[in-house]
T-cell receptor
């Protein structure tokens, strides 16, 4: 079946511009996650959705970053007034559900990422 | 607080020889531990996970890892490397009291020499 897809695969934008990054999770997965991965580092958690609501947005670096998932499926990560420091690969993942209890982790399936370059 | 350290940024082995990727963790409780692999231009894929059952965990593509509490280690091994194993490998630890938050190591790039 289809995996997690992300569009665009690459995005180059000028400093100060607005960008939107899209994630299509695996059909039926209720949990969706956004991560940011800088060169030479592991992914950094940004936000977690359970259904349509953001259950945890503590990883968003500042108020220029915002994400939505209006129908509980596709999600869009929005970055306003982009800065050169925002350049990174933005990863999306989905899982069957967010686990009910701590210590119970459902496998997160990752998309190929969107490489964002801010010039 | 939990943390994870991958001891080597790069590991180079010849095809057909054993692979060892080292990972040490720090946690005040018994965590869940994972290894993910990332091939170029592809999504991260779960190799294996430890969740307090058997300490020797077998994963996909012939990889396995052993949880050693006394050494706070979770090293990844494979008896014989294949060219297709060339990729970036991440050791990951679960966050205490969370059912989704993960702490990622910086990654180890595995290079396979023909």
């Amino acid at each position: 079946g289809a995996g997690v897809s992300q569009t665009p695969s690459n995005k180059v934008t000028e400093k100060g511009k607005y960008v939107e990054l899209r994630c299509d999770p695996i059909s039926g997965h209720t949990a969706l996650y956004w991560y940011r991965q800088s060169l030479g580092q592991g992914p950094e958690f940004l936000i977690y959705f359970q259904g349509t609501g953001a259950a945890d947005d503590s990883g968003l670096p500042n108020d220029r970053f915002f994400a939505v998932r209006p129908e509980g499926s596709v999600s869009t990560l929005k970055i306003q007034r982009t800065e050169r420091g925002d350049s990174a690969v933005y990863l999306c993942a989905s899982s069957v559900r967010g686990a009910v209890v701590a210590g119970q982790h459902y496998e997160q399936y990752f998309g190929p990422g969107t490489r964002l370059t801010v010039t | 607080a939990q943390s994870v350290t991958q001891l080597d940024s790069h590991v180079s082995v010849s095809e057909g020889t054993p692979v060892l990727l080292r990972c040490n963790y720090s946690s005040s409780y018994s965590p869940s531990l994972f290894w993910y692999v990332q091939h170029p231009n592809k999504g991260l894929q779960l190799l294996l996970k430890y969740t307090s059952a058997a300490t020797l965990v077998k994963g996909i593509n012939g990889f396995e890892a052993e949880f050693k509490k006394s050494e706070t280690s979770f090293h990844l091994t494979k008896p014989s490397a294949h060219m297709s194993d060339a990729a970036e490998y991440f050791c990951v630890v679960s966050v205490m009291d969370s059912n989704y938050q993960l702490i990622w190591g910086a990654g180890t790039k595995l290079i396979i020499k023909p």
